[in-house]
């Protein structure tokens, strides 16, 4: 089926540097796409999202960039912090539907 | 509330037992839904409520699990007869819109021994 993987399944950077956690979806006909933070006994916490329409779309300290072309997304996170430490999931949705289809996540992990 | 809120957090169930787990959305919030995730995994989806109206439940993994949300709030995630396999994190997540970004709960750790 159609599914949303992850490149890196653990990374670990340097606090203060910046972050990218990558991800590539299969099904071109999805439209929508988000970005989750999942902590250690939390559920997903939403950070970002952005719809096939745009190919850039910038938070706090996050950017998503989306190129449907090799139908590949990424996330982006400037000066990462010790709290920005947990697991992290793309998660794509397509017109007229509800479901979301998550990944199996990345570990981002900063060393002091 | 200001979030969702699920209990109980955890939940230990010998084979056999029946399960229910309970989800309240955030007040207000017409989409409710359930996914079940297995450790390492991402979230998979359950079934999906619009109101009181369970307008999906093609990912309920067998006719034992079933889901329910009577009066368009709260909703309760029942599982008959555990097996092992059901082992496993049980989130709700609610929103405003069909379209619009879920906001999960917690989630509810169920653990078949």
């Known amino acids: 089926g159609e599914s949303v993987g992850l490149h890196l399944p653990t990374l670990s950077v340097q606090e203060g540097d910046n972050s990218i956690i990558n991800c590539a979806y299969s099904?071109?006909?999805?439209?929508?796409f988000i970005w989750y933070k999942q902590e250690s006994g939390k559920g997903p916490q939403f950070i970002i999202d952005?719809?096939?329409?745009?190919d850039k779309r910038q938070g706090q300290r996050v950017t998503v960039l989306l190129n449907k072309t090799v139908k590949h997304l990424s996330l982006q996170i400037a000066a990462t912090q010790p709290g920005d430490s947990a697991v992290y999931f793309c998660?794509?949705?397509?017109?007229?539907?509800?479901?979301?289809?998550f990944g199996t996540g990345t570990r981002l992990k900063v060393l002091a | 509330g200001a979030g969702v809120s699920q209990s109980p957090r955890y939940k230990v169930a010998k084979r056999g037992q029946d399960v229910a787990l309970r989800c309240d959305p955030i007040s207000g919030h017409v989409s409710l839904f359930w996914y079940q995730q297995a450790l390492g995994q991402g979230p998979e989806f359950l079934t999906y409520?619009?109101?009181?109206?369970?307008?999906?439940k093609s990912g309920l993994p067998s006719d034992r699990f079933f889901a329910e949300r009577p009066e368009g709030s709260v909703s309760t995630l029942k599982i008959q007869r555990t097996q092992q396999e059901d082992s496993a994190v049980y989130l709700c997540?609610?929103?405003?819109?069909?379209?619009?970004?879920?906001?999960f709960g917690s989630g509810t750790r169920l653990t078949v021994v």
């Open positions: 409520f619009q109101n009181e109206a369970q307008l999906d």
């Open positions: 952005i719809r096939s329409n745009m």
């Open positions: 099904n071109s006909a999805s439209d929508y």
């Open positions: 997540a609610s929103s405003l819109l069909t379209a619009s970004g879920y906001t």
């Open positions: 998660a794509e949705t397509g017109p007229g539907t509800y479901k979301y289809i």
